[in-house]
Every structure is written in C-alpha cells, then in structure tokens.
C-alpha cells in the first residue's frame, strides 16, 4: 500500500492504524529530503492547492503552504478577511466558486465542528482538515503521534505501545486534545488527560483514557507530556478562576519537571504561553521537541498531499 | 353529500372501539356507525378495506412560519402538507414575525386558515412580544380564537412570570405550553451533551437545561393550580419528573415528538444539520425512556414539531444552521413502523396521542367517532409502505433526517368537515 484510498483528510477516527503508519513513513522519506539541500520534489506539478482558513492561523496554514510549495503544487490562499465571505456569501458558494476554478486540494480552517465533513460531501475537490472547531486537527494528531515515535526510534506497528502519553490542560475545548488522543490510542499508548474537571469531561473516558485532577501524582509517571494552550478567555466562563491558579495547578513548572523522568519528552503545538502552561526553563530544555514538532508538521503534510495524490513509489521519484 | 366509508377496521381510542363497521357522513357530520350501511344512488362511496378509519388526526405543534417567512411554509401550504399527512387539526405556534400576540393576528390565522382544507387552531404568546416581560391578553386572544398560550421556540426564564402565567389564566382552564430550556445551561449548545458531541467537538446541550425547568414548571403549576403542557419532552429524565408530578395530581400533560422515539444522537454525524433541533436527539436510553413514557400514558400526546427551514438555511456549517426538522408527513409512519410495529403498541395506544389526547389538551370538540360528531376522518392502510424521498414530500421544504428511508403506514384518505380533502388514489 502506497496510497491513501480515500478522497479527504477529515479526522484520525476514520483512518486505520496502517493508514496512520503509511503516513509517517512517508512523512519520514520526505523529511530526510527536505531536511538535506534539495527541498523540493515534482510530485503535484500541475495540481493546485487552496488553503481556506475561516480563522486565523500563523505556523499550521505556513506548514501547509509549504509542504505544497515543496511538492511543486501550485498554491492560491484564500483570505476570508478580504474576501466575498465578508459580505455575506456562504461556505458551499464560495467552494463552489474554487471548483469551478479547478482546485484539487481544498486545506480549510474553520471555527465550526464538522465543517469539512459537511463541505467534502458536497463536492469533488480533496478536503484536508486544518482544523475544525473542537472536533479534530487531523494533520497535529498525525505530527504529534510522528513526533513521538521518531523519538523512540521506530515508526513501526507497536512502536507506541507501553508509552504512557499524558495531554495536560483544556481538553474539552481542543481539537488537538481530540486528535491527539486518537491517534494514540489507535497506536496502543495508555493516555491520562489531566486538568480541572470543567475542562476535562468525563465523557472523554469513552477514549479509553484515564482522568487525572493532579498533576503532581501523574507526572513522574509519564513518557511523554503534552502540553496544550490554555485560552485565556475560558476565565471568564468560570472554567477555572484565575490563570495564577491555572499555573499553580497545571503548569509544567521547573520544579514539576525536575520530577519528571529522565527520558521524558515534553511537547506542545503551539504557540506557547510563556509562564502560563509552560515555564522558562523547560522551554530550552533538549527533552522538550516543540521545534521539532515544527519540522515534523511540514513531513507530514507533504506526507498526506503525497498519499492523496495516488502515492507515485518513492524509490523512483527524482529529486530536482 | 353523502359519503359511506365501508370495509373499514373502525379504531375510536376514546371510546375503545375497534370494530368492523361502516360509517355514514352526511354533509359536515357523522350520520351513521354501523353494520352493512346501505349505499344508495348520489352516495360517495369510499373502500377502506385493509384500512384504520380514524378519528382525524390531530398535530398540536407546527410552525407554518406565517406572518414572516411564508417563503419556507404558509398556513395554506402548511395546511395542505397536514391533510398530506392525515392530520385534519393542528395547533400553529405563535412564533412568526410578528409574534401570535393580539387579537388582529389571531384573527388573521383564522382567515387564512379558512382558503385551507383543515382546521387551525392557533396558540398565542404567553408573553407580549414574546420577550418574557409581561403576560399577553390572554382573555381577548381566547376570544379571538387562540386554543392555548406558548413562547415556543424560546422558554419563559423568569420564574415570577411563569407564575403569573399559570395563575393568571386557571381562569381560562387553557394550557400555558412551554417550551422547557434552561438557557444558560444551554449556554450555545448545539446538539446532545454526551459522548457523540464530545467526539465531534460539538458544543453540548444537557440534558437538565430541559429537566431543571420542567421541574421548576411542575413545581410552579402544584402552587398555582394553573395547567402546564410541556412541549417535546425529549429526556428520561423529563418523563420521569412529569410521572412523579402527575402521581401528585398536579394538572400536567405532555408531548414527544416521533424523531425523538426514532432517532438518537447518533444521528447528528449522519444527517449534520437535517438531525439538528431543539431539545436535541438524546441517547438510546433516553429513547426507550420516550417510548415507555407513550405506553404507559405518561406522555400523554405525539406532535411533529413541524419546523421548516430553507434548503439554503440548513445547508451550512451545522453550528450555524437553524434548529428544527419538518415532521407532518412522517409523524404517521413513524408511528405506525417505531410504536406499532417494533415496539408493540395497540392502535389505541399509539393513536390516542394524536386524537382524543390532543383534543382534550387543547378542549376541542374534536378526536372522536361519533354519531352526530363533525366529519374529521383519517383512514391509513398501516401495511403499506411508503418511500420518503424529495418527491414523497409536499412540504415546501425537505429538512428531514428521514430522507431516504422506507417506513410502514400509508394514509390513503383524509376527511374534514365532511370533505375529502386527501386521497392517495
């Protein structure tokens, strides 16, 4: 298998473990590519990419751009602050409009759940989730499960197995935490969310996942911690009562991490808030791969527009 | 004109007949049920073999969206879609643009009404412009015309005014409706609060936004001896508030609607915004809590919840698509294949909730067989199965999760006021 038989990138719930394991394979080839002197590859010479972010994004949409970019796509981006959609034109009308263009891969951000789902039903072009809503980030879940396993130095089946991966902070309002979650469970890791009960459900224990309130206990624990933004405004829904006691409960701080294991790795999709959920020092730790992560996300994007694309065999591809 | 409906199977809830019997109407009225009734020259005739012959149907909840929207639904239009569906009543909700609040308005459904082949009977607002601040003129709606009180589609949150509802119109005997949502429990939701709207990231409606306030409504009409009719109830935990209420002998009544017997949550990744209404589908517990509620009479009556929305309204992203589903053509088969069929209903069981039940809600002389009763007849051939697709739907729009699927109970004939106003010949 060298190819993703499926039209669209929704969500990791519907992809198969050997789908997951083909994309990081995949996103490990090209990784080494770009990561030597040539970037750049011929794989979607003539096709064209279109990126629709509905909310603002700086580094996933800078990812996308260029992954494509480095696969030779032609790529168009559509700014939804200057554009028709400021006046009012709906979602399906202005994707019908890209259509009509002849776009082949739609890459679509959107603040409402399920929106890609809804727009891949109703049209022929490839939909590549960027995001959406709380739902799901497929393309993080993918790089974060990538990530974890390059760092323990296989990309094979039950090579996550035994790790215990624990995702710390809004779980409820995060579609990393979904993704994440997903994909590291399908790929055998124990999980533990932690955080206060208003932000972690326990309707998430429908993962299979354990629910920590203390992270003091957890953290000695864990093989891998994954940290996720805090957004400030979940304050005033009384969500938790203060930032100051959000960090004193929750922050991975120097003195938190001191408990950590040895070979623990810590990581975060970013952007980080400083102080907040993360302090100083653990930042500039070498056991945390936030910028890694980074690298990672381009690999894997390149990755998934390769396996859409019919997954031409690598071993014969030139490199320009 | 006399019409004789022969070879019938005679289903009357109210007065517990089930019986092969003829029926003679003459004009506007029940002349005859009885044995063998001899047709004779002029007589219409109509063959209800393998057929119910029913009381006519009664929907006490549609919105048929005019004054305001009469692009998605009219009274006229919405009235021919509920002879469609069998039903010969319906009760339309007063939230138009404007709101059902004055005379005037009651007035004008009327008139509209009568261009129509069935009998409307509209609910007023509880409240003046249905902002929750003062109660409408309830005494000079009734006189107008106006059958019960409801804010549907919005609660009354402030519980002073609840109050003051309920004892203001005991003097009325008329039911104030609620539309049963804690707001800011609510707090945005979009569908069910549970594991479907945490794995699709979906903001969550709990179950106690609807319960905290029927609990509060019960509460309220046990201290002002007003009657309290909830509106689509949806949760087990409803039901059961509304049983431990009505053991108490407080003088509440309910309804469910049939997608909320037929579907569960399950459904939103399904159908997105076609299984996107208010209360939202819950669990397959809350379900079988639903259907228990119907057979044992806790749940007293069934209503579509007929709420059209445009194609292009419901055709957005699902957090931004109107809640509401259309319900008059499917709320008979949906009876028939979930109550009857799957889950062991009588007929009287099943068809009460839509005829005597609703009558005696809403105090219509209406949902019986009688002799010398109006002429409001509903015959279903309840083995024949029916294809709901775009083309099956008269309703001008076809938001309904039930596309596509082929479901038990054909309403072959509709009568009102003595006139055939439906026939699937």
């Known amino acids: ?320 | 004109m006399k019409i004789v409906i022969k070879n019938g199977r005679i289903i009357d809830p109210a007065s517990r007949t089930d019986d092969a019997l003829d029926i003679l109407i003459e004009d506007d009225t029940i002349a005859d049920i009885s044995c063998g009734i001899s047709v004779q020259d002029g007589y219409g005739v109509i063959d209800a073999g393998g057929c119910l012959v029913l009381p006519g149907l009664i929907d006490m909840h549609v919105h048929f969206r005019e004054p305001g929207r009469e692009d998605v639904e009219t009274i006229y239009s919405g009235s021919k879609v509920a002879a469609k569906g069998g039903f010969t009543s319906v009760c339309t909700m007063p939230n138009t643009d404007p709101v059902i609040d004055n005379q005037a308005l009651v007035r004008f459904i009327k008139l509209e009404a009568e261009k129509g082949p069935i009998n409307v009977f509209p609910a007023a607002t509880i409240t003046k412009g249905m902002k929750g601040e003062e109660i409408s003129e309830m005494g000079e709606l009734i006189g107008a015309g106006a059958v019960g009180f409801t804010d549907d589609g919005l609660p009354v949150m402030s519980s002073i005014l609840m109050r003051r509802a309920l004892e203001y119109s005991r003097m009325f005997d008329v039911p104030i409706m609620t539309h049963s949502e804690d707001l800011e429990l609510t707090d945005d939701g979009i569908m069910n609060e549970g594991k479907n709207s945490m794995l699709l990231g979906l903001k969550g409606i709990p179950r106690e936004a609807e319960e905290v306030m029927i609990a509060r409504d019960v509460i309220l009409t046990r201290m002002t001896g007003g009657r309290l009719h909830v509106a689509h109830v949806s949760s087990g935990g409803s039901v059961e508030i509304i049983r431990r209420a009505k053991s108490d002998g407080i003088r509440v009544t309910c309804e469910t609607a049939p997608h909320y017997f037929s579907l569960t949550d399950d459904a939103v990744a399904e159908y997105l915004s076609m299984a996107k209404m208010k209360p939202p589908l819950r669990t397959e517990d809350d379900r079988k809590s639903i259907i228990e509620g119907l057979k044992r009479g806790i749940i007293d009556v069934i209503a579509s919840d007929h709420a059209p929305h445009s194609p292009n309204e419901k055709m957005q992203e699902l957090e931004y698509a109107p809640f509401g589903i259309v319900g008059l053509e499917t709320t008979v088969p949906l009876i028939i294949t979930v109550l009857v069929r799957e889950n062991g209903f009588s007929y009287f069981e099943a068809f009460e909730k839509v005829t005597v039940n609703p009558a005696r809600v809403l105090k219509l002389d209406r949902g019986e067989l009688k002799i010398g009763s109006i002429a409001d007849l509903t015959i279903i051939n309840p083995e024949k199965k029916v294809q709901i697709n775009e083309s099956f739907m008269l309703s001008k729009c076809k938001n309904t999760p039930f596309i596509g699927k082929e479901l038990f109970g054909s309403v072959e004939y509709t009568i009102c006021n003595g006139n055939v106003v439906y026939s699937n010949k």
Do not use: W
């Open chain 1, 1 to 320: 298998m060298n190819s993703l038989k499926r039209k669209d990138l929704l969500d990791i719930q519907s992809l198969s473990v050997e789908e997951i394991l083909l994309i990081c394979r995949s996103a490990k080839y090209f990784k080494d590519i770009f990561t030597r002197s040539v970037k750049s590859v011929p794989i979607l010479r003539g096709k064209s990419v279109c990126t629709l972010f509905y909310e603002p994004s700086t580094r996933t949409k800078m990812s996308f751009d260029l992954a494509a970019k480095r696969l030779s796509a032609d790529l168009i981006n559509f700014s939804v602050s200057t554009s028709s959609v400021v006046k009012g034109e709906s979602l399906i009308d202005t994707v019908h409009t890209l259509e009509a263009m002849k776009v082949d891969y739609i890459v679509m951000r959107h603040a409402a759940s399920m929106a890609p789902h809804f727009l891949s039903r109703n049209i022929k072009a490839s939909v590549i989730n960027a995001g959406d809503g709380f739902h799901a980030h497929p393309t993080q879940g993918l790089l974060d499960a990538y990530s974890i396993m390059e760092r323990h130095g296989s990309l094979e089946r039950g090579s996550m197995e035994g790790l215990h991966i624990g995702i710390i902070g809004d779980i409820k309002h995060s579609r990393v935490a979904r993704s994440d979650v997903e994909a590291f469970k399908k790929l055998g890791a124990k999980v533990t969310l932690c955080g206060p009960p208003t932000l972690v459900p326990d309707t998430f224990k429908h993962y299979g996942v354990e629910i920590s309130y203390n992270l003091d206990a957890l953290i000695p624990e864990l093989d891998v911690i994954n940290l996720l933004r805090i957004q400030k405004e979940r304050q005033k829904g009384s969500l938790f009562p203060s930032l100051r006691e959000y960090h004193r409960q929750f922050a991975l701080t120097d003195e938190r991490f001191r408990s950590c294991r040895d070979d623990v790795i810590v990581m975060h999709p970013g952007p980080v808030n400083r102080g907040i959920e993360i302090d100083d020092a653990v930042m500039n730790s070498p056991k945390t791969i936030i910028n890694e992560q980074v690298t990672n996300g381009v690999a894997v994007r390149m990755a998934i527009f390769y396996l859409l694309a019919g997954g031409a065999p690598l071993e014969e591809m030139n490199e320009e």
